[in-house]
Every structure is written in structure tokens, then in C-alpha cells.
């Protein structure tokens, strides 16, 4: 509606309210439509208007009811306005109902539009999302919103991400195994993608070596396997001294030992 069509429809309300329902006695809803119909029929709908000299009971019968669309048979669905902010996961919430957005829009504020059977998303006013509405508690998500790396988690594919990690080494795979051995394993993706953030961090050989031995002692836990990996690598054990090589010119000891004197000067005895 603009302004100059905002401007007529308002100019009406004082002329019904003060020739329609000034000094009437209406005590129900039912009175007023009443005395309304009367007045747009036999009292205003029959005068002869200024401007198009016509009454307008006849301008509208002739003019605009053949125009007219038929009356809906449900009732108006009024839109749900809202303004969600678009999570780390790329997911914005609307009546309690999560929807994906692309990743260029993770941290924005955009303006949403829900009714019985869509919900749009725009920034900007301009329409950037579409999805079906889902009742509170579910979610809607499109596919290609998610770069390849992340589609296994929004679609909680647990066989892909335990390809994964049996693709970084045997040791690593066996401990994810242990990690989404569980009735819901999805609930434990997290942890799944936790190990894998250590192998980009302290590397395979390393992660691999900590995950062997945690096996080895039914450790399955990630932050305790962090911690293993936070302590310094001890260093190796030097190698045992070798004994020195004999000299090359080396002389036994009695060969420096120097004759003893007799008082008188002759040999030793």
C-alpha cells in the first residue's frame, strides 16, 4: 500500500464513524454489522459522490464486484517475522525448528518469514533461503549449504567419518570404532572429530603410538588422550658407552720401572 492509497483508506474511518455509528445504540458485534450494512446499502451507498457523480452503491456493482476474486475458503495465515542469527553450524532457528544456511552466512543476523508451509530467509530484503516449514524440535537441511567436508556431520553420517579416521592409520580407525560403539552413536561424533583435530595437531606417528596404548588399557577417552599428548615426548636413552680402543703404542707398566741402587753401588739383588 502507499502512502496516498494509506492516506484514503484512513480518510474513510472518520466518515464511518461518525455517519454510520455516531449516536446508534450497538451493544453487540452483530448490531454494528448490521447497522453497517444498512448504511453502505440504502443511506451512503446511494448518495451521489463529488468526484465521480455516480452512487457509489453503483460504481461498485457495476465497476469493481465483477472484478472481485472469490472469497478464500481457509482462514488468512498470518507470517511469523523473525530475525535468527545464523549458528557455527549453519544452522539459524525459527519457531524452534532448525534450518541450513549457506556458510557465508554463519554469524549473520537475517530477517526470517514463516508461514504454514515455507519459511524464507532474506538479507538485505533479498531472498537468499528457502525450506518447508518443520514443526519445533525438527530441522530442515539442504545438502549443498555444507562444503564436502561437513556433510558427513550435518547429515550424521558415522560410516563416512569412521572411514576417516581409519584412513589416517589402523590404530586411530580401532579407536574411533571404540568411541562410536554406543546406541547412539551420533551423539558422539564430536569426539570422532576431536581425534582427528589432535592427528592435524601433534601428527599421525604420535597419535597413533598414544591410541595403541590406550588401548591397550581400555582408555577411551579423548581428553584423557589429549592430556597423554601434551605431556613432552621423552628423550631417548643415550646408547651405552663403548670401552676406549687400546693404544697403538701402549708399553707395559714394567718396562717405565726404574732398577733399584745397593748402598755399595752394585747390581740390585
Do not use: N
Not at 459522490?49 to 475458503?73: D, I, Y
Not at 550435518?154 to 579407536?175: E, I, K, N
Request: proline letters at 10%.
Amino acid at each position: 500500500m502507499t502512502a496516498l492509497e494509506k492516506a484514503r483508506v484512513e480518510r474513510s474511518v472518520s466518515t464511518v464513524r461518525g455517519d454510520a455509528f455516531a449516536g446508534e445504540i450497538l451493544t453487540t458485534i452483530e448490531d454494528a454489522r448490521r447497522r453497517g450494512l444498512v448504511w453502505c446499502r440504502e443511506e451512503y451507498g446511494l448518495r451521489r459522490h463529488s468526484r465521480t457523480q455516480r452512487a457509489p452503491r453503483e460504481h461498485f456493482e457495476t465497476e469493481e464486484q465483477p472484478v472481485l476474486l472469490p472469497l478464500p475458503l481457509t482462514v488468512y495465515d498470518v507470517p511469523l517475522w523473525s530475525d535468527p542469527t545464523v549458528g557455527r553450524d549453519q544452522r539459524a532457528a525459527v519457531a524452534k525448528a532448525l534450518y541450513s544456511l549457506p556458510q557465508r552466512f554463519v554469524g549473520r543476523v537475517l530477517e526470517a518469514r514463516a508461514d504454514r508451509q515455507l519459511v524464507r530467509f532474506y538479507d538485505q530484503g533479498q531472498l537468499v533461503k528457502t525450506h518447508p516449514r518443520k514443526p519445533p524440535g525438527s530441522h530442515s537441511t539442504d545438502p549443498t549449504d555444507y562444503p564436502v567436508e561437513r556433510r558427513g556431520y550435518a547429515f550424521r553420517d558415522v560410516d563416512a567419518l569412521q572411514r576417516q579416521a581409519t584412513g589416517v592409520s589402523a590404530a586411530v580407525g580401532r579407536y574411533a570404532a571404540r568411541i562410536l560403539d554406543a546406541p547412539l552413536p551420533w551423539t558422539r561424533m564430536r569426539r570422532v572429530y576431536a581425534l582427528l583435530g589432535l592427528v592435524r595437531r601433534y601428527g599421525e606417528p604420535r597419535v597413533s603410538a598414544v591410541c595403541t596404548t590406550a588401548l591397550a588399557v581400555d582408555l577411551i577417552d579423548v581428553y584423557r588422550l589429549r592430556r597423554m599428548l601434551e605431556q613432552p615426548t621423552p628423550a631417548p636413552e643415550a646408547p651405552p658407552a663403548r670401552p676406549p680402543a687400546p693404544a697403538r703404542y701402549l708399553r707395559p707398566a714394567e718396562q717405565f720401572a726404574l732398577p733399584l741402587a745397593t748402598p755399595d753401588g752394585g747390581e740390585p739383588v
